[in-house]
Structure formats: C-alpha cells, structure tokens
C-alpha cells in the first residue's frame, strides 16, 4: 500500500471491531496484528466493542489521532463516567471504594496535582535513586544466576525488580508487600469480573495505604509518601487522597515496568547479535531503550476517553459521551510517521513513540521506568558475555492493558570476573 492511500484511506467498518469479551482470553499477538490491518484498510479511528460497559466506542489506532485523543481537552478520563462507561477492564471504577487522585481528575485539578509529583518524580530525583537500584538489581541477577543455566529469567528476575524499586520509592517495607501484592495485581491486569471481587481489592490495597500514610505521618522517611506528606502545596490533598496517590502510583509502576523490561530481554535473548552489539556500544542504549520501548508488544496501554462535545477526528465524528480508547501499539507502527516500521532500528531519528503516553495524563513515572530498564540492561551486558533463550515456545500473558513474557527460559556464559 502507497503512503498516499495509507493518508487517505478512510472507509467504515461494517461491524464495530472486538476488543474481546473477557481480558484473560485475549490473543494479544493477534490482536496487534489485527489493529495495523484494521488501520491499513479502515484508518486511524475505527468503531469497536468494549468487554464492559456499554460497550460501543472507538478505537484510535494511528500515531496522530491517538496523540490527539491524549492531549485534546474535549476528551476526558474521569468527569463523564458512569455505570455505562466503555471500558476493557470491569474494575474501572467510578465510585467509592475506588479512591479520588490524580489519574482520575481533568482539567486544572489534575495539572495541579501533577505538577507537585513532577517534582517528586524529576530525573534529579530519580537519579538519587540509581545506586540503591543498581544494587538492588545486581543482588537479584546474583540469585537468579544462583538458579543455574535454563532458570526463568521472568519469575526469577524480571519481576523482582519493578516491585522493589516502586517499594522503596514509596517507603513500603520489604516484607510487607505481601499484604497488597495479589490484589494490587488482580486489579491491573483484568481477571476481575465482579463488583464484589473489584471491591474486596480496592478496599485491601486501600487499606494498606491508608495505615502507611499515618506511619509516615508519625515517622517520616526519605521517601515519596514522606515527601508529599510534607508538600501539600497549600493542602493540595489530604491523608486520605494521599492515599489513593500510593495506590495509584503501586499499581500504574509495578506490572508495566515488568512487562516492558520482560519484552527487551525477551529480544535479546533471541538476538545474539544484537546482544553483542549492545555489550560492545553502551553509548548507543539510551536510543536502543527508545527504539525497544517503541516496538516491544506492551498491551495497548491506556485508558478510554469520553468526548464532552461532538469531535471530528480521523475521518469519523466521536459524538458527545460517546468514549474512545488510544491504544498506543499500532500508533507506533504507524507508516505516516515511521519508516519501515517493523525494522528494529537504534539509529532512528524520528518523532518519539507514544509508550509513555501524551499530554497531561502522560506517564508520571517514565523518568523512573527508564532508569529502571537502563539498569537493568547494564547489569545483564556486564555479566553475561553471551546470554540466549532456550528453545521453548513462546509464553506470552494474554492480556490486552499489559503484556510481556510469562516465561523466558535462558542460558549464559560469564564474563570473565
Ligand atoms: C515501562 C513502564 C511504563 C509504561 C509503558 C507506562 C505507560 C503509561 C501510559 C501509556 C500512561 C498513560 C495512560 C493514559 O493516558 O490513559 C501511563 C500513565 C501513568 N503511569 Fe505509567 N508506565 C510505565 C511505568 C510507570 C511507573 C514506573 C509509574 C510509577 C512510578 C507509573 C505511573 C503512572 C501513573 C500514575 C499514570 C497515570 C497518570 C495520570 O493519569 O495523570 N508508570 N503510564
């Protein structure tokens, strides 16, 4: 197909698109292969049935409409939701137990409160963070080398690291993410299909924090929750919202992390040469973690949007109160903006992917995520000097908000010490 038609195809689609009936059954290999079809043959904003709600939405699936879904203000998170709300995942809650904070705010409150985390959540700050991360990150590849040859990169390693620094920034003991862990998870990733169970979690995950915050309160520490505690900016939010701010930053930092960090050694592991390359060029890994960060198949990322007016986008009208759901993988193999899209390409030099989403509900945590990653990458090229996947199948979770590897078997030789 030319660039031309890929520009200016616009055609309707017979039947809306299914985002599948349950989150846990979701091919999400096929459906990323699917979105790029759907938008080579029907463009950039297609209709699509949600699994909850009232279902019928929209899609954006190219790089420019899903970057104006994320940043144009007639289209809001939170304001207009309602039982109704089309959603991938059940517990997109709307009402109590589901605590108020910023990823659920438009408009000026939730610039305000961004603007105290960005603070909190600068590269400064997160570079304070590297060496305890770094030695986090080391003792953990220890253990897992401790494993011996063919031990399960992901559940030895990969899944260690994104919960322990998201503790320690938060000031969670080591010991006591066991009380939240499951919850906090089930939450994230969709298998919640009952307002009982979504209820039940939230109140568990709630409930932790909430006991944190009045820790920190009577003992303050050198963490994040300590840090808002003392920087209300003029009573900005109280001990109960700061509670919500945890959970929120626990559950959006943790399983995406893991899942993006599972995917780039998931490549590596199956190229050697890149591998090698990488070893032998460290100065090219910040643009290397940006080009993997574009192509690495992470689930589609993101929340619906609901249109407070009627809005033109795409070729089609999103009328008001109807939503539409950005999903960011297909944008980032979008022809308009990347060429020759599928070629892992470190030398690139075009506009930045969207993984992170765009505009005032972009990732808060990308400054961390990244370090998180580069660390990670470091400590694997300096000790293995070869490091492959073992021939198995590939293990995928399923899922269609966060996906990476479940499984990722692999074998290595050292360098020398
Ligand atoms: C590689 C890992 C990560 C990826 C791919 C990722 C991706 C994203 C994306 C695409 C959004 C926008 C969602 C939307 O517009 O609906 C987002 C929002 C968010 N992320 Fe991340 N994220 C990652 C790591 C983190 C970390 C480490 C933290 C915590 C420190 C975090 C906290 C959040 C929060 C709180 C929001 C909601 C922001 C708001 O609504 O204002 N994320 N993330």
Redesign the pocket.
């Known amino acids: 197909m030319s660039d031309q038609a890929v520009k200016t195809k616009v055609t309707t689609l017979p039947v809306p698109y299914p985002m599948q009936s349950r989150q846990d059954l979701i091919v999400a290999s096929e459906l990323e292969t699917d979105l790029e079809t759907l938008r080579h043959e029907h463009g950039p904003v297609v209709p699509a049935l949600m699994p909850f709600g009232k279902g019928r939405a929209w899609i954006a699936i190219g790089y420019d409409e899903v970057q104006q879904v994320?940043s144009d203000e007639r289209f809001v998170?939170w304001k207009h939701r309602g039982n109704d709300y089309p959603r991938l995942r059940f517990n997109e809650g709307h009402k109590p137990p589901f605590r108020m904070a910023?990823?659920k705010m438009d408009g000026p409150e939730?610039i305000a409160r961004?603007r105290v985390l960005a603070r909190h959540?600068s590269a400064r700050r997160v570079m304070g963070m590297r060496d305890e991360s770094r030695t986090l990150i080391e003792g953990f590849l220890d253990d897992f080398i401790a494993g011996g040859q063919g031990a399960d990169l992901i559940t030895q390693f990969v899944e260690h690291v994104?919960l322990a620094v998201?503790s320690k920034?938060l000031g969670v003991p080591e010991d006591e993410t066991d009380i939240f862990l499951e919850a906090a998870l089930d939450h994230m990733n969709g298998r919640i299909t009952t307002e009982e169970q979504a209820n039940a979690h939230i109140m568990k995950v709630n409930e932790y924090f909430d006991h944190l915050v009045a820790r920190k309160r009577a003992e303050p520490g050198e963490d994040l929750i300590s840090a808002l505690l003392g920087d209300m900016d003029g009573g900005i939010w109280d001990d109960e919202e700061l509670g919500g701010v945890g959970f929120?930053?626990l559950t959006?930092?943790h399983d995406?992390?893991a899942s993006?960090i599972g995917g780039i050694l998931y490549w590596l592991a199956h190229d050697p040469e890149r591998f090698r390359y990488l070893k032998e060029n460290r100065d090219v890994l910040p643009r290397a973690i940006e080009e993997f960060l574009r192509v690495v198949p992470?689930g589609t990322?993101?929340?619906v949007r609901i249109a407070t007016e009627d809005v033109e986008i795409g070729g089609v009208v999103v009328k008001k109160d109807d939503g539409i759901h950005?999903v960011?993988h297909p944008a980032n193999f979008d022809e308009r903006v990347y060429s020759d899209p599928h070629t892992l390409d470190f030398g690139r030099d075009e506009p930045a992917h969207l993984?992170?989403?765009f505009g005032?509900?972009?990732?808060?945590?990308?400054q961390?995520?990244r370090m998180e990653?580069r660390e990670v990458l470091d400590a694997v090229l300096n000790r293995f000097a070869s490091f492959e996947a073992v021939d198995q199948p590939a293990n995928w979770r399923e899922r269609m908000l966060m996906r990476g590897p479940k499984t990722l078997k692999v074998t290595w030789t050292l360098e020398k010490e």
């Not at 005032?360 to 990308?366: E, F, M, R, T, V």
């Open positions: 994320m998170v910023f990823d939730q961004r959540l994104p998201i920034l929120v930053l959006a930092g995406s992390t993006i992470a990322g993101t929340r950005p960011v993984r992170f989403g005032s509900h972009a990732c808060p945590g990308n961390l995520a990653i």
